[in-house]
């Protein structure tokens, strides 16, 4: 284990991409087993002293920033630890939280499986994507981080070891759980009433279902409820092939009304299991703004495109050919472009990635040149509420005179806009548009954050989503795996 506390070397330790300021801590320390970290909390908790937990720093809402006390940083605990691949194609594989998700990938892919989760920054790391139950764009197809987990292993706040596994202990039909641990004691406490909402994705506060797996509850708990050691992961075959494309039209009516259709299309073939026909994994958005920043690295985007689609489709040798005249007449339809762009192997596929993933990198960088903090929405709608929830963005934004950018996961009906201001007075209009359409999410069912999480940034805005009665029942789970309130601390709650 190695323990820094020269505020020099640990002040990279203490930001993340939300570019929250102020952090400091007393110390950073290295863990390099399960016992150091079960000894650094043992320690902590006996005297009270706050933990905070670092990832990759890749996260947008301050989780890892801590305001005094210890940062645990898993960097060294990065170890794959096996990879397996089963007689059915399937696999499964043992990671500790360090490992870096992108390499991660690397090395299932040379087994022939599949790990689905894909946040964009593919720096991040696996035990920081099982805080935040992150997603990413093909979560469109195979949903977020929690679909794939099978065990954790977790050293609660007083150093206990745990370690769940899906199907060994579930949530009562009154909402109660019990974990007994190896020392004998038992936690036992109650999950909040509220009901989740009717999302297809939702990373905000505590997962709750009557009789739920208990593995669940530590997925998206943000670091909260015990520090996650190792992670078993779910593997899928990896894909024969992959069509995909980045798509321009001319008109938004166009462009909705093909994200409509291709959605349409894609979970009517999933609901009677046709295999080999149309079926996006990933429907990413574009508007002309983010077309606009995009035009300053690409500038072969067509000038006349009003918005984009980057889509995903697996493929067969098979169905190669039926499935790229399925989608060509689907894009034709509805009047996309003909010089959109298409890729079947890999090395150009890469580059239709690199594109959908550069816009992120180029709005970090405007908010580092302005040194404004970070105005960006999270929030997801159900199905029948996202049209009126995108022409609110719309119409505010455009009113505006601010810059802004609306990309992102249009399949689930969760897009990302980043106002862009460029001093204090454009940053303080930019908040106040930011609430505006919180609320309006609130008052449709949606959800805070779909993917980021709450960390500390958010925190404060739980109170339009959650009641007093809601808010009061997270802080009491909490304080049955944390009565001292050490870890993740101002990470959901302000002080518990």
Known sequence: MHIKSNQDEIQSYLT???YMRGGHADQLVFPESVTDVSSVLTDANQRSTPVTISGAGTGTVGGRVAFGGIVLAM???????????????????VVEPGVVLGGFQKAVEREDLLYPPDPTERGCFIGGNVATNASGARTFKYGPTRNYINRLKIVLADGELVELRRGDLKAGEDGSISIPLTSGRVIEAELPHYKMPNTRKNATGYFVRPEMDLVDLFIGSEGTLGVVVEIETRLLPKPAGLLSGVVFFETENDVLAFVADARAQSFAHRASSQLDKLDARALEFFDRESLGFLREKYPNVPENAVSAVFFEQEISAASEDSLLTDWMSLLEKHHAFADSWFATNEQDQAKLREFRHQLPVLMNEWF????????????AVPDEEFA?????????LRASG?????????????VHVNILPRDDVEGARAREFYVQFLKYAAAHGGTLSAEH?????????????????????MALLKRAFDPKGILGRGNIFDVV
Request: glycine fraction near 10%; proline fraction near 0%.
């Open 16 to 18: 993340d991409a939300s």
């Open 75 to 93: 960097d060294r605990l990065n170890a794959i630890k096996s990879i397996v691949r089963d007689s059915n194609g399937h696999g499964h594989a």
């Open 368 to 379: 580092a040149r302005y040194e404004q903090r970070k105005v960006s929405t999270d929030m």
């Open 388 to 396: 009126g929830m995108f022409r609110l963005y719309q119409d505010t």
């Open 402 to 414: 601010l810059r802004y950018t609306i990309f992102g996961h249009i399949g689930d009906n969760h």
């Open 453 to 473: 999480g709450v960390g500390k940034l958010k925190r404060d805005y739980l109170k339009i989503f959650f009641s007093d009665t809601d808010l009061r029942e």
